[in-house]
């Protein structure tokens, strides 16, 4: 069975990422495009090299009226951070299957709330189902780094690098709502939960962050409300580590490390190092199919043929991912204050 697919978004990310990603699933045929303008869905369209249906707000047909056509099963929503949670209620609404990009929404309160929703008026009755899109649980670098920390013995210890220098000349940083960002943290937010759930994939279900401290600041004007966050991370097991992300530095990044018993690893994109305690180091190269969206949507694809919904998409998992960020920046407004998570344990990948 194929499953008529609607990109909802005429960005970057829906362009350059999901749009090719959906071309080359088996399960899933491209069948309508909805931006907010017609340009720039006609601008996804002619990428396609497909004849789709268009539809936007500036046109006679917006995006009410795409989830009436009956051939559409599925949307994939890659919208401003701010707008996704309406658009995800209503195509759900419309009986339709949703994969929306992260963060799962703008922040934790009404992640919870649209959560809720889903789960008493949607997930019951079957007839739609729910994911959110993280492209770094499908990393083949993080995969293959994640299986050998399970060979380490117990976690002992993690760190999280991630260093950039946004430029005003930068694609990414050339779009209106990361300009002028009305989402809590600006990039942060935006770019700093692929970076969180990277750390949660590498320290898998028996390790998970129950409390955390930070310092935020804005060290480049243009990124605002903060670019940079370091932040110390407590687990269940007694464990600590360290989290640093920024965007308007001269450090370079990335990388992730986590320490076990044995030894350690480290993934730095696509190079994955071990060392165990006796002085050896093994060093791989695992190349990542694109930026993980390939086989995202290539899975979710295989999920909704299944009739299933991919754990490793769940909203919850997003959640927890969301949380973790939205508590440093919390902590960092205050000072460092010490926060508590409450998203993290009945969490499982």
Not at 305 to 321: F, M, T, V, W, Y
Request: with cysteine; glycine share 8%; net charge negative.
């Amino acid at each position: 069975m194929t499953f008529g697919v609607a990109l909802v978004g005429g960005g970057i990310w829906a362009k350059e990422e999901h749009l090719p990603a959906v071309l080359a699933s088996k399960d899933l045929c491209l069948k309508a495009i909805y931006s907010r303008s017609l340009k720039s869905a006609e601008d996804v369209a002619r990428a396609s090299g497909k004849e789709v249906d268009l539809y936007s707000d500036d046109s006679k047909q917006g995006y009410e009226d795409m989830l009436k056509e009956e051939d559409i099963s599925a949307v994939i929503i890659a919208l401003p951070i701010a707008s996704q949670a309406s658009y995800i209620r209503t195509a759900l609404s419309a009986g339709k299957h949703v994969l929306s990009e992260k963060p799962v929404a703008e922040n934790v309160t009404e992640a919870m709330d649209l959560i809720k929703w889903y789960n008493e008026h949607i997930e019951p009755d079957r007839k739609a189902t729910w994911s959110v899109a993280e492209n770094f649980r499908y990393l083949d670098s993080f995969r293959y780094a994640r299986e050998k920390v399970q060979h380490l013995g117990k976690i002992v210890g993690f760190r999280v690098r991630v260093y950039g220098n946004i430029q005003q000349d930068g694609k990414f940083f050339n779009t209106d709502w990361r300009k002028v960002p009305t989402h809590q943290g600006g990039f942060l937010l935006d770019g700093g939960v692929h970076y969180t759930a990277g750390l949660r994939y590498l320290l898998g279900t028996d390790t998970y962050i129950t409390r955390l401290s930070a310092f935020t600041t804005l060290l480049k004007e243009h990124l605002p409300p903060v670019d940079t966050v370091d932040a110390i991370l407590k687990t269940n097991t007694g464990v600590q580590g360290t989290f640093q992300v920024s965007y308007g530095t001269s450090l370079v990044g990335p990388e992730w490390t986590i320490g076990c018993e044995n030894g350690s690893i480290s993934v730095e994109d696509s190079k994955i190092t071990v060392q165990t305690l006796d002085g050896k180091v093994d060093v791989q190269f695992v190349e990542d199919e694109r930026t993980g969206v390939p086989p995202e949507v290539r899975q979710w694809g295989q999920a909704l043929a299944a009739g299933r919904i991919n754990p490793e998409q769940s909203p919850s998992q997003a959640l927890a991912d969301l949380e973790l960020i939205e508590l440093m920046l919390r902590s960092g407004e205050a000072e460092g204050q010490l926060q508590t998570c409450h998203c993290q344990h009945s969490v499982n990948i």
